[in-house]
């Protein structure tokens, strides 16, 4: 203690009588002198001593009573409620923190207290020495829906009795309605994931995407109470994070490119890059942040999962400073994974109906592959039978070439979206006063597709520029004039939607027609261009006469109706 004197605490008693002894400690020692235990007990609390001297009969009382204070101040200085009830419902000690509560929550515990020491004492002729000590833990709701916790304990007295409870009650209302939500969020992600096998079957994948953006909007604002929020998914192939739906936010946000990188695209680029949640508290501050929502305080972007991979982000905004916390980064990342989820589903029945197609079509060659070659082995047998017979012959070839339409139209559809139905079929003729000396724009990454729709559209008298990708496409619409542009979805360098956003560029009313094979629209061009204005949607593989229709309609050639999606 270096040279710091020690301090003694005296309790009069013996050695209030025998000052020398008191004297010759103060020689050595810093020495508080009480007549009175409280006075004494009160120094003890307050102050540390090195000894205690005092009379022996005052000794044991002293350290009973300190051990009282102590305990005391535990149970004072604890977070929970502490009490103890008696058989009769009354509370015989509690702690400063039980006193606090409300008398309508007193008055709850007391009766659940009574109602374990029935428990108790009904059983006690048969607990052990390992099972007396058991307690039970209850739940009960109060004060205006809060909820509360309580653990009893059973006091058992010399008798092997139950006598009083001993209660420890704490305030689970934040826990419960943590739990709430949750369970409200697990509740809305089923909801999310629930796709009607009939109604989705019923629907073309641009109004399959359209139906889960609508649950998706619907449940972020009545469940999450957000209302200005951007989902992105990633575009592996060029690492872009595409916009796929944006709600409250403006017109020019929804322009930004944004990629998948830790560094210079913002907080979206850096969660789909490190998988990592951030909540931006303050955006002046922040310089990560890039733009949002007008007047933007503070934003939430959480990681959208699946199978432990980063497909997107979801995007939270707000007007106020601080206004997301851990609580809000929890409920988003959950609801993330469910939104995630529903977008892989929803990816998966597509693909299963293209895969499916495919693999009906590859069936149905095989299956009637034998039965053709049958026919024509008839039908040329019958030939040599009826020479001579001219009408006979007549039908026989006519049998013989229908057969060879019947293999041109399973090898197109076997070929799927890379090919068009009943092309080979179309002859030049007189040019369509509708399409006749028309600039059609055509933009296709799969070559065939865009020849052959330009021969086909150059068969009627269109004039047709073809493009190999998005860049091609948008250098042509800025170069030239069109009067109607026809383009793939999924293409190198620019998606279909934003071939159709430059269109608009253009031309306010320039109409466009989007084409897809029955592969996921990983981009969801087919629903926000249908909001502004998009003609029409063709389905791979689609029929000439399919084409036709939709390029007259989009060229005014019929009443102009909402895009209705054509199906093959």
């Known amino acids: 203690m270096g040279n710091q004197r020690p301090r003694v605490l005296v ?5 209030a009588g025998q ?10 020692c810093e020495i508080d002198q009480f007549t009175s235990m409280d006075e004494a007990m009160t120094a003890l609390r307050r102050q540390e001593y090195q000894a205690v001297f005092a009379d022996v009969g005052d000794f044991l009382p002293l350290e009973r009573g300190l051990v009282g204070q102590q305990s005391t101040l535990v149970l004072d200085t604890i977070g929970e409620g502490v009490c103890v009830v008696d058989a009769d419902g009354r509370c015989t000690w509690s702690n400063k923190r039980m006193s606090a509560f409300n008398p309508l929550v007193l008055q709850k515990v007391k009766q659940v207290c009574c109602q374990a020491l029935t428990l108790f004492t009904k059983h006690t002729g048969a607990l052990t020495e390992h099972t007396l000590l058991r307690s039970k833990k209850y739940t009960f709701s109060a004060e205006d829906d809060r909820y509360f916790e309580m653990i009893t304990s059973p006091v058992i007295d010399a008798g092997g009795q139950v006598r009083q409870v001993v209660a420890v009650v704490w305030d689970a209302t ?20 629930r796709l009607e096998s009939e109604a989705v079957a019923k629907l073309v994948p641009g109004d399959r995407l359209k139906l889960l953006q609508d649950k998706i909007i619907r449940c972020s604002k009545d469940l999450m109470h957000f209302d200005h929020f951007a989902i992105r998914l990633l575009d592996k192939r060029s690492n872009k994070l595409e916009m796929v739906i944006a709600e409250g936010m403006p017109e020019e946000a929804k322009e930004i490119d944004l990629y998948a990188e830790p560094e210079g695209n913002g907080i979206s680029g850096y969660v789909a890059a490190t998988g990592r949640s951030y909540i931006c508290h303050d955006v002046e501050k922040d310089p990560r942040y890039v733009l949002g929502m007008q007047h933007c305080k503070s934003s939430l972007t959480v990681p959208l999962f699946l199978h432990d991979g980063v497909i997107g982000v979801f995007n939270i905004e707000s007007d106020t400073v601080g206004a997301f916390d851990e609580d809000d980064r929890q409920f988003a990342e959950i609801f993330g994974r469910y939104v995630a989820l529903a977008l892989n589903i929803l990816e998966l029945l597509v693909v299963e109906r293209y895969t499916t197609t495919g693999q009906l079509t590859d069936n149905v060659v095989q299956e009637i592959a034998q039965p053709l070659n049958d026919i024509v082995t008839e039908a040329q047998s019958l030939m040599e039978e009826y020479i001579g017979d001219d009408m006979m012959r007549q039908r026989l070839n006519t049998i013989l070439a229908n057969i060879e339409t019947i293999r041109g139209a399973i090898t197109d559809v076997a070929a799927g979206p890379k090919t068009i139905l009943g092309s080979k079929s179309v002859q030049a003729g007189d040019a369509d006063p509708l399409l006749n000396r028309k600039r059609i724009l055509i933009a296709d990454d799969e070559v065939n597709i865009r020849k052959t729709i330009a021969e086909i559209l150059g068969k009627f008298g269109c004039e047709c520029t073809v493009c190999k990708d998005g860049y091609e496409a948008i250098y042509q619409l800025e170069q030239k004039k069109f009067d109607l542009v026809v383009s793939d979805i999924k293409m190198p360098h620019r998606n279909g939607y934003e071939i159709f956003a430059a269109a608009r560029r253009e031309a306010d009313h320039l109409p466009v027609i989007l084409m897809t094979g029955f592969g996921y629209d990983p981009h969801h061009s087919i629903v926000r261009a249908s909001q502004e204005g998009l003609s029409s949607v063709l389905f791979k593989p689609f029929k000439v006469d399919q084409l036709l229709t939709e390029v007259r309609k989009a060229l005014g050639g019929e009443k102009e109706k909402s895009p209705v999606p054509a199906k093959a």
């Open 174 to 193: 934040s826990g419960r309605r943590l739990q709430q939500k949750i369970d409200a969020i697990d509740a809305a992600g089923r909801e999310l994931t």
């Open 19 to 28: 000052p020398q002894i008191v004297e010759s400690l103060r020689a050595h």
């Open 11 to 15: 309790l009069g008693g013996h050695f």
